[in-house]
């Protein structure tokens, strides 16, 4: 089946407002550039050239579009992926335990004494030391 993308006047001229103005991914930007392009009439190679996108995130493009809208085709699905390990009040904890001073008997922190603690306070949470290195890394 061939989708064809025919924006509106009101359509095409928010997606060109998207374009100047604003706050919007990259991802969003090639895909409102896509439709922008396809609207045109150009071939998927062309747009998919033009917009530096591949021919399948183009056809996809497309199809979304046809099927849903410009706000379906441009807006990313949610992706799939492991939750969280922590929370943010117990990220918060993590980070504000690791800038005070350590316990008696140490000179410094340790990850595994860092994941230690956030076991006492959160019981619930089960965390390795590595875990407490990659947090920390992200957040300091």
Not at 6 to 12: C, F, I, K, N, T
Not at 106 to 129: K, N
Request: proline share 4%; glycine share 6%.
């Amino acid at each position: 089946m061939k989708y064809r993308v025919v924006l509106s006047d009101d359509e095409r001229t928010d997606l060109e407002t998207r374009t100047r103005k604003g706050t919007i991914s990259a991802r969003q930007l090639k895909r409102i550039r896509a439709l922008l392009l396809l609207d045109k009439g150009l071939s998927g190679r062309k747009t998919a050239q033009q917009a530096e996108l591949c021919l399948r995130t183009v056809e996809t493009v497309r199809r979304r579009f046809v099927e849903g809208g410009v706000a379906h085709a441009i807006q990313e699905r949610p992706r799939r992926g492991r939750p969280p390990c922590l929370d943010g009040t117990q990220q918060a904890f993590l980070i504000a335990t690791a800038c005070s001073n350590p316990p008696q008997g140490s000179v410094h922190w340790t990850m595994q004494l860092l994941a230690d603690r956030l076991v006492e306070r959160y019981p619930e949470t089960t965390i390795s030391d590595d875990t407490v290195r990659r947090l920390l890394k992200k957040a300091i």
